[in-house]
């Protein structure tokens, strides 16, 4: 057994298991609810119309529906889709952007589709997760976004009947609704600064501006309902776009583009707390200086979050941090041939292979 660190976007949970895609090995890693071991159930191999840089990941976000992995694109060109019980893995094509990186930054499910985010394309895309066909959701004459630059960044709010989302180089929150497809610009009256996302919670939005040190908070119909000040006076960041926002318990988390810490934010109490990583940031390494921490979740009434370039993971202890140790329980052992070439050169050995493209700590 192999004690590794690993990082990820997002966690999604089924049964007893949570399961999540390592940046590192394009893995699909299965982890036990109590986090004491894991492994890997699938590989997707690298893309090689894309160039491999070792600091940026191929994919990234990852959604399950019924027995299905569905799995967003960072630098790769295609999104995947994972079938574990044929054990078969596909891809699917859309429509091209002029950026390529980060084309789609969040995927909402509703009933059984996956609506996707745009972050540098300029579409939004709606994939049937029943029978894979993706086609694009109208903007009815608005424009969201001219691809040229970033559309959401952080959360979008997601709603029983649509989607709040910000975009950043249009400086507007718009609304899609799931029953016509429609979009609407909901942008405040006065509201004119660039937006690091929205969140819905306690029937109340939740938005942070890009450039300033403040939470505007908006009732239903999307009007002003008060700002709160982000005073923390130990916070290491001048750049004030998150590029999450989660709710855990009564609590609002942020988690930021260029700081060493996150914020943490009581919802009853209107406090905002820092929580130091007491990580050091790699300027030179764009998930670090970019998405210094790439998730945060609960488990277990636990707060944990994954450092993006290291994949370590932690967990929150009283605002202060603790490393955990994960355990590899089992070889990679599916039988389909997806194997992943770096440097041109094949990795069969298993100790080799999991060197190689995982954050190894010790031997057990």
Known sequence: MINIKLSMNNIVSDKDKLYF???????????????SKCRIIARIPRDERVLYNEKLPLYEGIYLYQNKFFILPDLAERIVVYDRGRNDLRYIAY????????????????????????????RIFRLNMLNEEISEVGANGICIHSGENVCAWGAVAELRDGIAFTSMEQKKIFWLRYEDETIEDMTPVGMNEELSGILYY????????????????????????????????????????????????????FLPRRANMFLKFNISEEVFEPIDTNLSIDEENRLDKFMPISNVWENNGQVFFAHSSSGRIFRVDQNETVECKMIIDNAYNNSYDNTIVYENDEIDNLNEFIKSLIFVREVI
């Open 21 to 35: 895609l390592a940046f590192s090995s394009n893995s699909i890693i299965e982890m036990n609810k109590d986090m």
């Open 95 to 122: 429509p091209d952007s002029k950026n390529k990186y980060t084309p789609f930054f969040r995927g909402v499910m509703h009933d059984n589709y996956l609506y996707i985010i745009p972050c540098t394309h300029n």
């Open 202 to 253: 306690k029937e109340r939005y939740w938005v942070i501006p890009k450039t300033t040190n403040r939470l505007i908070v908006l009732d239903n119909n999307f009007k002003i309902v008060s700002e709160k000040r982000i005073d923390v006076d130990n916070y290491k960041s001048s750049d004030w776009s998150f590029m999450k926002m989660q709710v855990i318990g009564s609590c609002i988390y």
